[in-house]
């Protein structure tokens, strides 16, 4: 909850984010088994500020006001269903209890922040696959329906409700708690959310087209989602990291495609549309990082979109330190999608000539058989090479792998350029 | 001016399949609107009760009133020259964009 600018305004996302603390919050008063309890009831307390704000106008403190209601429909299902026996009236008292939090209370604020991440720590489970995890991540932390879920993942809604489903049985059949994990299991466990957290951001900054706001608001959620952890006992040098790589490279968002939805390179963009928020946030999370011995992928990752964050001008970033730097990644990572990047930093380093020979070793990478970009930075070296006829053939074999819209713009506007007009 | 009435007619369902976001949106265009316009007022959650007479005997009972899914949430009184003005005014609601219904009547005496 947090206090409001003016009294019938209410915060951007305030229902989403409301909602993701409430869910949890309250799961954690109704145990995990309940999680479905717990979201109607949420799902309820939205329903009835639509159905009154707009005739009685907007309570002083609507976050309080959702809190408060959600509350109480939590104690009316558990009194109308029968599931808790005796145990009913204790929970009720405690739901009761915590309604009664003070708004805005910084104690308060820091339960639920707790709320939230047990709940997320939760949902990364082991017995959980990792796509589920994300995909409850979304649902209950993050505020998301299974509908906005499916969209933004270009999932079936029918498929996506089934995972939630399955992995609600899960929690309930494996007896899943919300006590945090110690010791060696904690560490793994927050491996375990960085990288589902990293998923879910890339999953909404890969995307140039189809629901650009849904997928805007992963990258957005991510990035909230790592700074409830940075901001927690939990934080590591790697979160920080972690949250560096993503707010240096959400901040790029407005400048990746142009007026007309067309694809924008880096070495082309606007600089001055890069957002200078998230720029200054993604340095001093960068600096937060440098505090421990062990270098993570996320440590590497920021380091390269640090350098280019730096560069006062797209031609001059530091291609030597960022050519080191993917070397440094492809020893704790090997990827083969790490190693098409590389080459991208070795032509800038050693030449175009040596950019190609670079990415001949991954020609026979089964991984990347219809990967478009392989085929569009081959492409493109070629191009650059003079050799056009065997980079058109490129474009061509880029344009039949799966790629969105804009980028298949890019591509036919690409192969036009390796058939000058005579 | 005449005084007109809108009834706003809705099947509480059709919220349940709403996002908190999209839930968020839906409440900032209702306000907006009554922000511009009028005074609201909003129904009680509660199914409300009729009277039936049979053969001169009244019977209270509760509701619902009829089999219609869609239950009356709410109504303004607005301002209007005539129908057709009522019409146009109540045409910017956004109940009209979420499919539901307004019944509009003019309202006579003050």
Redesign the interface.
């Known amino acids: 909850m947090s206090s409001e600018a003016e009294p ?1 305004a ?1 915060l951007e ?4 984010h ?2 993701g603390r409430m869910v949890a919050r309250l799961t954690r008063l109704l145990g995990p088994a309940y999680i479905t309890l717990a979201e109607e009831a ?2 309820e307390s ?13 309570p002083e403190s609507p976050g309080g006001w959702l809190f408060r209601v959600a509350h109480n429909c939590a104690i009316d299902a558990l009194r109308r269903n029968k599931i808790f026996g005796d145990k009913t009236d204790a929970i009720a008292a405690e739901i009761s209890l915590s309604s009664k939090a003070l708004p805005a209370d910084p104690e308060l604020e820091e339960q639920l922040g707790d709320d939230e991440l047990r709940m997320i720590f939760m949902c990364c489970h082991p017995v959980i696959p990792p796509e589920s995890s994300v995909a409850l991540s979304l649902k209950t932390v993050g ?3 299974v ?2 879920i499916a969209r933004a993942f270009l999932a079936d809604e029918a498929a996506t409700a089934q995972r939630l489903v399955r992995a609600k049985r899960l929690i309930r059949d494996k007896k899943l708690t919300l006590e945090m994990p110690r010791g060696a299991e904690l560490q793994q466990r927050l491996d375990t959310v960085c990288e589902v957290i990293y998923f879910m951001f890339n999953e909404g900054y890969s995307a140039l087209e189809g629901e650009a706001l849904v997928r805007h ?1 992963l990258c957005q959620e991510a990035l909230r989602l790592g700074l409830l952890i940075t901001s927690s006992s939990l934080a590591t040098p790697a979160v920080h990291a972690l949250v560096a790589l993503m707010a240096l490279q959400a901040a790029r968002l407005p400048a990746r495609t142009d007026e007309a939805g067309d694809i924008v390179l880096l070495e082309s963009q606007d600089r001055d549309l890069w957002d200078p928020r998230l720029v200054a946030l993604g340095f001093h999370h960068f600096e937060r990082s440098m505090s421990g011995e062990h270098v993570s992928e996320y440590h590497v990752q920021a380091a390269i979109a640090a350098t280019h964050a730096r560069a006062s001008h797209a031609d001059s970033p530091d291609w030597p330190l960022i050519l080191h730097l993917y070397d440094e990644l492809i020893s704790i990572k090997n990827s083969s999608v790490i190693a098409l990047n590389r080459a991208v930093a070795v032509s800038k380093v050693h030449g175009t000539a040596e950019g190609l020979r670079a990415i001949e070793a991954l020609d026979h990478n089964p991984d990347l058989r219809n990967y478009h970009l392989l085929m569009a930075v081959r492409g493109h070296f070629l191009l650059q090479l003079g050799r056009l006829n065997e980079a058109a053939h490129c474009f061509r074999s880029a344009l039949r792998c799966r790629c969105s819209e804009p980028e298949r713009r890019f591509l036919q506007k690409k192969l036009v350029e390796c058939d000058p007009p005579e | 001016m005449a005084q007109f009435m809108l009834l706003l007619y809705g099947d ?1 369902a059709r ?10 949106k ?3 265009k ?2 907006a ?3 511009k316009s009028v005074d ?3 129904l009680s ?1 509660d199914a409300g009760k009729v009277i039936h007479s049979h053969g001169g005997k009244p019977r209270v009972t509760d509701g619902p009133y009829s089999e219609a899914k869609e239950a009356l ?2 109504y303004y009184t607005i301002e209007a020259a005539n129908y057709d003005e009522a019409v146009q005014i109540a045409l910017t609601h956004p109940q009209v964009e979420y499919g539901s219904t307004i019944v509009i009547r003019q309202v006579y005496g003050t």
């Open positions: 019938g209410m996302h305030l229902f989403r409301q909602a949420v799902q939205m329903l009835r500020a639509l159905q009154s704000w707009p005739y009685q106008g907007v505020g998301f329906n509908r906005e608001d | 509480p919220w349940q399949k709403l996002s908190p976001e999209e839930m968020q839906a409440t900032e209702y306000l609107w009554v922000k609201a007022k909003r959650d949430g709410g």
